[in-house]
């Protein structure tokens, strides 16, 4: 099974951080990354993404209004918001959006649990 992730955060660090521990669980994933909202919709415009990983804190747009968008536009996509900031309300607006949670840094342990269920929907939508 083919599987592109997005790896969206205005940090190119924290992309770094986010794809090498996307990479240490999932090997054969594509992974692209964009540095901000506009960004990460001209990716979702040009290519396939199949998951998105969503930094919270942005400065043009925070990443629960691009994961309220992406809901939008892909009803089932598996997104998770990742920050730092972990505050009751976030993770309430993140479930709101129907997005998972994950702690930053960004870790294998803190990744895998969110990327088995999201493999397991992307089986049983392209089944």
């Given amino acids: 099974m083919s599987v592109t992730v997005m790896i969206v955060d205005d940090s190119k660090l924290a992309r770094i951080v986010a794809a090498k521990a996307l990479t240490q669980l999932q ?3 594509g992974k692209v990354e964009a ?3 506009r960004e990460a919709l001209d990716v979702i415009d040009a290519q396939a993404v199949d998951i998105a990983l969503i930094d919270f ?6 990443g629960l209004e691009l994961a309220a968008e992406l809901r939008a536009m892909r009803p089932d996509m598996p997104i ?3 920050t730092a900031n972990i505050q009751d309300e976030i993770i309430a607006r993140a479930r ?3 997005a998972a ?3 930053k840094p960004v870790t294998g342990e803190g990744l895998s649990g969110f990327l088995s269920g999201a493999a397991l929907k992307l089986k049983t939508t392209r089944a």
């Avoid at 804190?57 to 925070?62: A, G, K, P, R």
Wanted: aromatic content about 10%; glycine content about 10%; overall charge negative.
């Fill in 101 to 103: 949670f994950i702690a």
């Fill in 96 to 98: 709101e959006v129907g």
């Fill in 80 to 82: 998770a918001i990742i």
């Fill in 57 to 62: 804190n942005m400065s043009e747009t925070d």
């Fill in 27 to 29: 090997p054969e994933w």
């Fill in 35 to 37: 540095g901000s909202a």
